[in-house]
């Protein structure tokens, strides 16, 4: 006989979807649930700010420089030899003309006198073939020569007179060695370097002098590049002696260098000198003050400064949004407690001049005006 076994209702046996069903309603409420609850709220940062304000004005700057001439030149020896003689030193003032210094002249001596000989030679190989061309000249006329005895006394004639030309032309350039031997001012000026000795053998070219021609002066600074004051207004700069400040000048800036010395980042400026008083002599340190152009300049404290990048920036409030960004600038000038903002400001914009440190972009502030 057989039993049966009794099954449960098909309802009490819950099916997989069903199941699925409640857990994806259960994890929808508890996610829900923890939305709310766990919903970010960004605070506002507390930080001091200040408006931009342009205000015109105008820079003083004033640096050390050197009086220099304004035009020197280096001189040397056209030939090479040995240094017997020197008639000056550095720091004399000498004529154009005068005599500096003196070569050994041996051996340009025994050049000119081999050239004088040389010369003579020509001269009397010239008087033979001279009246050797003469004579055939008559013969032939009387029909006593031959025409080719007549060709070659006329061509021995040609040959001896262009040997005697250039007899001529090194006997000029043995005697031009020969005062070159001796080194002569080409301009009244002030020797202001020398690089020989007695008894020391120099090369032809070789500068041995330097020489700082009179007439006009020029004052010469090294500006660091970042307060260089090419806008000077109208060109003008005050001059006055380092070790005397009464022995004053005006001066006009003459000449920028284009490029920056790579190693000082130092532009050279060179200053006309007006009228310059005899105390200002070559090499004294002078003192020269300019003004800048009046210009629109905006100034903030240095807390300001930030970056994006390698690139200069600042923090700047939205009027209406109350929330932080970052604006880059062209920063014209520092200065010890600010900066210059030369590029990308206006009027009216707010700065946040302190407690932009932790601040990212876009988010609210509170701000205290800075009142400073």
């Not at 004033?62 to 056209?78: H, I, M, N, P």
């Not at 090369?203 to 041995?208: F, H, K, P």
């Amino acid at each position: 006989m057989t039993r049966s076994i009794p099954h449960p209702p098909a309802a009490a046996i819950p099916s997989p979807l069903s199941a699925a069903l409640a857990l994806v309603l259960v994890a929808t409420t508890l996610g829900g649930c923890n939305d709310r609850s766990a919903a970010p709220v960004e605070r506002a940062a507390l930080v001091h700010t200040a408006l931009v304000q342009p205000r015109h004005g105008q820079t003083a700057v004033t640096l050390t420089g050197e009086v220099q001439a304004r035009f020197s030149a280096d001189l040397s020896f056209r030939v090479g030899g040995r240094v017997l003689a020197r008639f000056v030193d550095v720091g004399a003032h000498v004529n154009a003309g005068d005599l500096l210094a003196r070569l050994d002249p041996a051996e340009q001596q025994a050049d000119f006198e081999a050239a004088a000989a040389g010369l003579a030679a020509a001269e009397a190989q010239l008087r033979v073939a001279q009246a050797t061309f003469e004579r055939q000249s008559s013969l032939i006329s009387s029909g006593f020569t031959t025409r080719i005895t007549y060709d070659q006394a006329r061509e021995q004639l040609r040959t001896a007179q262009s040997t005697l030309e250039s007899a001529k032309a090194e006997l000029g350039r043995a005697r031009e060695a020969l005062d070159d031997t001796e080194l002569r001012a080409r301009a009244a000026g002030v020797i202001t370097a020398r690089s020989l000795e007695l008894g020391q053998v120099v090369q032809a070219a070789q500068s041995v002098f330097t020489l700082a021609q009179d007439g006009e002066r020029d004052a010469v600074f090294d500006v660091p590049e970042s307060m260089f004051f090419g806008d000077v207004e109208r060109g003008r700069v005050s001059l006055a002696l380092v070790s005397d400040a009464a022995v004053t000048a005006t001066g006009n800036v003459r000449e920028t260098s284009p490029a920056v010395d790579p190693k000082s980042s130092t532009l050279r400026v060179k200053v006309s000198i007006q009228d310059p008083p005899a105390a200002m002599t070559l090499g004294s340190a002078i003192a020269g003050s300019a003004a800048t152009k009046s210009a629109a300049e905006i100034t903030l404290p240095w807390t300001a400064l930030t970056a994006v990048g390698s690139k200069p920036a600042v923090w700047v409030v939205d009027h209406k949004t109350k929330t932080a960004s970052l604006k880059p600038v062209i920063v014209g000038a520092y200065e010890a407690r600010a900066v210059l903002i030369k590029e990308g400001l206006e009027a009216g914009d707010r700065v946040v001049v302190d407690g932009g440190k932790l601040l990212s972009s876009g988010q609210p502030v509170t701000y205290v005006e800075d009142r400073s």
